[in-house]
C-alpha cells in the first residue's frame, strides 16, 4: 500500500481530492472513486460523501486514523436499483401502520425533507462497555435512530433516541465477528462526529442479514444529507477542478455499452435478439479455441508453460489478485461495495494449475472455479467442465464481460488495487 501527502484547502471536497487523485495516479475517472475515513483502532470505517469537507472531517479525526483512496461501487446504486436496498417491509410511513410507499416515489420521499419515511425492524445492539448484545425494535426517522422499549410498540412514550442523524455517520465495522462476540456477521456503528476514540459512545449495531444492513446504512446516508446526495449523483461533471494542469476528465466505458456485436458483415451491427446473442456466445468461444489451435501449428508455446506470455500476463490486469485466501477476496468486494457484477481473479489454494473467479451478485459473494483443460497438446482454462474454453484468462474474462454464459450475471465492475 502506497502513501501520498496532498496538501488539501479548507474548501476542498471530498470529490475534489478524489478527482486530484485520480490525475495524479493515472487512474481512469469513472465517479467510482472514494475518499474513506478509516479508523484502525476503533476497527471503522466509511466513505465520504463527495460533498464534504475533507478538512473539516479530518479535525474530528485521531492521530492514528487516516483517508484511503479506493473505489466504491456502490456508492450511488441505491438511485439506480432503489427496490434492491429498501425491501418493501422494512419502509413506511411515519405514524401510519399500514402505510407503503408506492416504488416510484420511493426515493423521492427520502430527498424530500417534507415527508417522513421510516424504516422500522429488529437489530441488535451491543450494550455499552460489555460483549452482550440486545435484539430490540429500531425506527429510522429524520429525527434520528429509536428503539422501543415495548416490544414492537411504536407509541411515542414507549420510543427511547438511540442517536441523532445530525451529528453522527454511520460506519462499516471492520473488525471480526469473534471480537466483539457479535451475534451475526452484519455488523455497522454509529459515530458521534465530536468523538475521537471513546469507544463507550458507540452505538454498535448488528442486522440479521446483509439486505437489511444495507437498507439501514443506505436510509441513514438519505435522510440526513437528502438532497445532497442526489445533486452529488445527478451532476458529476459539475464539479470544482482540482488544479489548472488538468483538462477535461477522461470518459469511462460505461458497462451499458457492453454489448454483443456482430463483424460477419462490412460494418458491425449490436445483436438485439437474445436468441442471437448467446448463438454468437458459442461460436466466439469457439473461434478463441480455434485460435489457440492455430498458435500450437504455428510453433507457439503452451499457455501452461512457464516460457510462454499466456501464462503470465493475466497477472498485469486490475482484476487479478494473486494467491490471497478466500476471506480475503470477500473483505476486497464488500470494501468496493457489493453490486452486482464486481469482481476478480485469484490463484486456487487447492489447484495450483486453477484459478478462481469471485463475483457479487444480488450482494453475496460467489467463486467459480477456473480449470486447465488439455485437448490434443493445447492447454486452455474454462469454467464451465469445457464447454467453452480459452487460451488465457484475459480472453475469459473479455468473453464473460460480454455474455453471462453460466454466471449469474455479466463481469462489469473489477476489483482493482488502490492506484497509488
Same mark, same amino acid.
Request: with cysteine.
Given at each position: 500500500c502506497a502513501w501520498n501527502v496532498v496538501e488539501v484547502p479548507a474548501d476542498m471536497r471530498a470529490r475534489d481530492v478524489c478527482q486530484f487523485l485520480v490525475y495524479r495516479s493515472h487512474c481512469l475517472d469513472d465517479n467510482s472513486w472514494s475518499l474513506v475515513e478509516h479508523h484502525p483502532l476503533l476497527g471503522l470505517e466509511r466513505c465520504l460523501e463527495d460533498h464534504e469537507l475533507v478538512v473539516q472531517v479530518q479535525a474530528s479525526m485521531p492521530s492514528d486514523s487516516k483517508f484511503l483512496f479506493r473505489k466504491n461501487y456502490d456508492k450511488y446504486e441505491f438511485f439506480r436499483n432503489p427496490l434492491n436496498f429498501f425491501p418493501e417491509q422494512m419502509v413506511a410511513w411515519c405514524q401510519e401502520s399500514n402505510g407503503s410507499i408506492p416504488h416510484s416515489q420511493l426515493l423521492q420521499n427520502f430527498l424530500n425533507s417534507s415527508s417522513c419515511p421510516e424504516v422500522h425492524g429488529f437489530l441488535y445492539l451491543k450494550a455499552s462497555g460489555r460483549k452482550s448484545w440486545?435484539?430490540?425494535?429500531?425506527?429510522?426517522?429524520?429525527s434520528g435512530l429509536y428503539y422501543s422499549t415495548k416490544g414492537s410498540s411504536k407509541e411515542p412514550r414507549h420510543l427511547q433516541l438511540l442517536s441523532d442523524l445530525e451529528d453522527s455517520s454511520v460506519f462499516t465495522v471492520t473488525t471480526?465477528?469473534? *471480537?466483539?462476540?457479535?451475534?451475526?456477521?452484519?455488523?455497522?456503528?454509529?459515530?458521534?462526529s465530536k468523538v475521537r476514540s471513546e469507544c463507550k459512545e458507540l452505538r454498535m449495531l448488528c442486522a440479521e442479514d446483509e439486505q437489511s444492513r444495507t437498507c439501514w446504512m443506505t436510509a441513514f446516508r438519505l435522510l440526513k444529507y437528502g438532497i445532497l446526495l442526489d445533486q452529488n449523483y445527478k451532476s458529476p461533471q459539475q464539479r470544482k477542478s482540482p488544479g489548472p494542469h488538468f483538462s477535461t476528465p477522461v470518459r469511462s466505458v460505461s458497462e451499458n455499452s457492453l454489448v454483443a456485436m456482430d463483424f460477419s458483415g462490412r460494418m458491425g451491427r449490436v445483436i438485439e435478439n437474445p436468441l442471437e446473442a448467446v448463438s454468437a456466445a458459442v461460436e466466439e468461444g469457439q473461434t478463441w479455441r480455434k485460435r489457440g489451435q492455430r498458435m500450437k501449428a504455428l510453433g507457439s508455446p503452451s499457455p501452461l508453460q512457464p516460457s510462454s506470455l499466456s501464462s503470465v500476463i493475466h497477472r498485469t490486469q486490475l482484476w487479478f489478485r494473486g494467491r490471497i485466501r478466500r476471506e480475503e477476496s470477500h473483505k476486497m468486494i464488500m470494501q468496493q461495495g457489493q453490486v452486482d457484477g464486481l469482481f476478480l481473479l485469484r490463484d486456487c489454494q487447492?489447484?495450483?494449475?486453477?484459478?478462481?473467479?469471485?463475483?457479487?451478485?444480488?450482494?453475496?459473494?460467489?467463486?467459480? *472455479?477456473?480449470?486447465?483443460?488439455?485437448?490434443?497438446?493445447?492447454?486452455?482454462?474454462?469454467?464451465?467442465?469445457?464447454?467453452?474454453?480459452f487460451t488465457d484468462l484475459i480472453h475469459l474474462v473479455e468473453f464473460y464481460q460480454l455474455n453471462r454464459g453460466v454466471l449469474p450475471c455479466k463481469l462489469k465492475h473489477p476489483c482493482t488495487a488502490v492506484a497509488l
Open positions: 440486545k435484539r430490540l425494535s429500531m425506527f429510522l426517522r429524520r471480526g465477528r469473534k *471480537q466483539h462476540n457479535a451475534p451475526t456477521d452484519y455488523k455497522f456503528c454509529i459515530k458521534p487447492s489447484n495450483p494449475k486453477a484459478f478462481v473467479l469471485t463475483l457479487c451478485h444480488h450482494q453475496k459473494i460467489r467463486h467459480f *472455479q477456473i480449470l486447465p483443460c488439455e485437448e490434443e497438446g493445447q492447454m486452455s482454462f474454462s469454467l464451465d467442465d469445457g464447454s467453452t474454453k
